[in-house]
């Protein structure tokens, strides 16, 4: 079975940083794309930052500049890195990995709450 647990949610003021961290575990055979999204009460899930196995990313354009994505695929971990946050950062975040395992398919962190204090 495949779990995605996040950490390293909290409260910032803006204009501070976080850094989010999620490990996978189970029995996987590869990890190919990793990401984040985000969920803000009232509003739909949206796409914050992906990477490739490879190391290729791709990020939204309200983070460009301000968030950097990573991944150590020997510890199945994948980061993002929060600078210069906003109040408009705060949401619920979700990481989420494409794995090849036993059960191949998506799959999503259980969130972590990112709360940003003007």
């Known amino acids: 079975q495949v779990q995605l647990v996040e950490s390293g949610g909290g409260l910032v003021q803006a204009g501070g940083s976080l850094r989010l961290s999620c490990a996978a575990s189970?029995?996987?055979?590869?990890?190919?794309?990793m990401g984040w999204y985000r969920q803000a009460p009232g509003k739909q899930r949206e796409l914050v930052a992906t990477i490739t196995s490879g190391g290729s990313t791709n990020y939204a354009d309200s983070v460009k500049g301000r968030f950097t994505i990573s991944r150590d695929n020997f510890k199945r971990t994948v980061f993002l890195q929060m600078n210069s946050l906003k109040p408009e950062d705060t949401a619920v975040y979700y990481c989420?990995?494409?794995?090849?395992?036993?059960?191949?398919?998506?799959?999503w962190g259980q969130g972590t709450q990112v709360t940003i204090s003007s």
């Open positions: 989420v990995a494409d794995v090849v395992a036993g059960v191949s398919g998506t799959y």
């Open positions: 189970g029995t996987i055979l590869r990890i190919n794309d």
